[in-house]
Antibody
Framework: QVQLVESGGGLVKPGGSLRLSCEAS????????MSWIRQAPGKGLEWVSY????????DYADSVKGRFTISRDDAKNSLYLQLNNLRAEDTAVYYC????????????WGRGTLVAVSS | QSVLTQPPSVSGAPGQRVIISCIGS?????????VHWYQQLPGSAPKLLIY???NRPSGVPDRFSGSRSGTSASLAISGLQAEDEADYYC????????????FGTGTKVTVL
């Protein structure tokens, strides 16, 4: 069965960096676009970034553009998100999600990893 | 920043029908992009509930139904049950410059 397991979250000071990972299993990882989606405490969902199946295309929400970088390693069935210059407003649970092969919806989600930015 | 607007909360007694609206604009739903819905139970990750406006993934009860018209969409829950108490989010694609995917503001469904 499809599984997505995030890791790498933690407490970091403003201006700091963190690298999130998402390990995928149960499907052919290299066939799928992948995304990161976050949820601040008590708030709604916010799409953060996506990467195409061949890593040729990426996109970011305006709120993270220039600070976050998405990447993937198909040999390791893994998705990554490099978070730099972190701000308090980046505090959230970060979910890894698989996009359907044809349409723009997220059919599987991980359980998330918490990033807390505080001095 | 959500560009799809949902009511913050809706409630109903067991067995009743509730409807959640999702209002977009000409750069997302109004541009013809499909709408999808997710259910987030307390303390859990979101789960796909409805895809491409009105389709249910395997395992989702037919009490849940979706529709889209113009610049808006709606999710209906018929025969409301206690286990339906959750947060619900709509999602679409947006062709403006601010990013690709957009979520609704979220609706908390309370079963009275």
């Amino acid at each position: 069965q499809v599984q997505l397991v995030e890791s790498g979250g933690g407490l970091v000071k403003p201006g700091g960096s963190l690298r999130l990972s998402c390990e995928a299993s149960g499907f052919t990882f290299s066939d799928y676009y992948m995304s990161w989606i976050r949820q601040a405490p008590g708030k709604g969902l916010e799409w953060v970034s996506y990467i195409s199946d061949d890593a040729a295309y990426t996109d970011y929400a305006d709120s993270v553009k220039g600070r976050f970088t998405i990447s993937r390693d198909d040999a390791k069935n893994s998705l990554y998100l490099q978070l730099n210059n972190l701000r308090a407003e980046d505090t959230a649970v970060y979910y890894c999600a698989r996009r359907d092969r044809t349409f723009d919806y997220f059919d599987y989600w991980g359980r998330g990893t918490l990033v807390a930015v505080s001095s | 920043q959500s560009v799809l607007t949902q009511p913050p909360s809706v409630s109903g007694a067991p067995g009743q029908r509730v409807i959640i609206s999702c209002i977009g604009s000409s750069s997302n739903i109004g541009a013809g992009y499909e709408v999808h819905w997710y259910q987030q139970l307390p303390g859990s990750a979101p789960k796909l509930l409805i895809y491409i406006n009105s389709n249910r993934p395997s395992g989702v009860p037919d009490r849940f139904s979706g529709s889209r018209s113009g610049t808006s969409a709606s999710l209906a829950i018929s025969g409301l049950q206690a286990e339906d108490e959750a947060d619900y989010y709509c999602q679409s694609y947006d062709n403006s410059l601010s990013g690709s995917y957009v979520f609704g503001t979220g609706t908390k469904v309370t079963v009275l």
